[in-house]
Structure formats: C-alpha cells, structure tokens
T-cell receptor, first 111, second 114 residues
Framework: EDQVTQSPEALRLQEGESSSLNCSYT??????LFWYRQDPGKGPEFLFTLYSAGEEKEKERLKATLTKKESFLHITAPKPEDSATYLCAVQAPRGSEKLVFGKGTKLTVNP | NAGVTQTPKFRILKIGQSMTLQCAQD?????MYWYRQDPGMGLKLIYYSVGAGITDKGEVPNGYNVSRSTTEDFPLRLELAAPSQTSVYFC?????????????FGEGSRLTVL
C-alpha cells in the first residue's frame, strides 16, 4: 500500500532558525511528489512538484529536494508568516488519479 | 477569478439527515475532486471527475454520491448522515488533462453530524 510519512509532526522555530521537514514515501512507480501549505481554516495551497530523484525547487525561503525514498522541505531563515501546516503528497502510478497525502508537519515560527 | 467556491462553510446535521455540499470552479478545469480531512489524518479522496458526465470513486466513497453535469459544478451528496462523516470537506480542481498533482482547493466545508 502506498504510504507517506511526515516528520516531525510539529516543529517550533525561532525567527531566523533554519530547519528541514521530512517526507518519506513508499510507492511503486512514483509519478510525482508534491508539497502544499495549509493555513488554519483554509484549503491547502500548492507549493512544489518534484518528479525525479535529485530534483530541487525553490520559492522564497523554501527549497524542496527529492531522493528515491524521501523529500525534504528546507526552510531558510524562517519568518512568523511561514507558520502553517506543510503537507506532502505522492501521486500513485499511471491510471490512478489519487494523491496520497501525509498527515502534515505543523510549523510554528516565533518572532 | 473566484477559484474554487464551496458552500456552506459550516453545517450541523442530525444522524440520518441528508445534504449536498456545493462546489463550483471558474477556471475551466476538467478535473475536480472531493477530499475529506479528519483531525491528525491526511486528506482522503472521496470521489473525483475527469470531465462533465464522468465520475469515479476514490479511497472512501461509502455514504457519498456525486454528479458532474457541467464543467463548473461538482456537488457532493451525503445520504443518511452518520457521526463518522463529521469532517472538513475540501473540493479541488486541476488544470491540465495530464494529471500534475497541482490542485486548487476551496476553503472547505466543516460538517458536524450529531
């Protein structure tokens, strides 16, 4: 069964303190790995798609990387506005429209 | 563009009642989806549609029904509500005919069944 495990469940940082969130996955024939940001009371907002091991994507203070078994979301010098829950999802093999989501990492950045 | 619009935002149902969650998108997306999100759990796919007149089951379809008569609208019907259907429901849509995983989500409908 396809699985996505995110760690840690919660992370508290001081403003400017860089760190990384982890997403490990088990899926045969990965078609894509996706990162979303979700603010309280809102729907998830798309951040990145990664398709193959070694690929990296960046957006402002965020950088996503992908290996054959896991992905990292690196947060450099975070600000309080980066506080949110970050969701990781993988796309099941061709023929399926399903995304398998992890439970998320709740990030809190204190000023 | 309003994006993906869901109504209602909040609803309380009694056990056995039925209701429809509405979802509309104005981005001319072919693909539309319904997910549910329970506390501490990942999003689970209920139903999806690849175009008007075409729908298919996701991971957790029991107790729900959908229809897709237009490109814009994708309502989710709950029949005989049960406490297990207490959740936050998200409608989403995607742009390309090839599935990319880039979904546009609505703000959610929070449903409580008592």
């Amino acid at each position: 069964e396809d699985q996505v495990t995110q760690s840690p469940e919660a992370l508290r940082l001081q403003e400017g303190e860089s760190s990384s969130l982890n997403c490990s996955y088990t899926v045969s024939g990965l078609r894509g790995l996706f990162w979303y940001r979700q603010d309280p009371g809102k729907g998830p907002e798309f951040l990145f798609t990664l398709y193959s091991a070694g690929e990296e994507k960046e957006k402002e203070r965020l950088k996503a990387t992908l290996t054959k078994k896991e992905s990292f979301l690196h947060i450099t010098a975070p600000k309080p506005e980066d506080s949110a829950t970050y969701l990781c999802a993988v796309q099941a093999p061709r023929g399926s429209e399903k995304l398998v989501f992890g439970k998320g990492t709740k990030l809190t950045v204190n000023p | 563009n309003a994006g993906v619009t869901q109504t209602p935002k909040f609803r309380i149902l009694k056990i056995g009642q039925s209701m429809t969650l509405q979802c509309a998108q104005d981005m001319n997306h072919n693909y539309m989806y319904w997910y549910r999100q329970d506390p501490g759990m990942g999003l689970k796919l209920i139903y999806y549609s690849v175009g008007a007149g075409i729908t298919d089951k996701g991971e957790v379809p029991n107790g729900y029904n959908v229809s897709r008569s237009t490109t814009e609208d994708f309502p989710l019907r709950l029949e005989l509500a049960a406490p297990s259907q207490t959740s936050v429901y998200f409608c989403a849509s995607s742009y390309k005919t090839g599935y990319t995983g880039e979904l546009f989500f609505g703000e959610g409908s929070r449903l409580t069944v008592l």
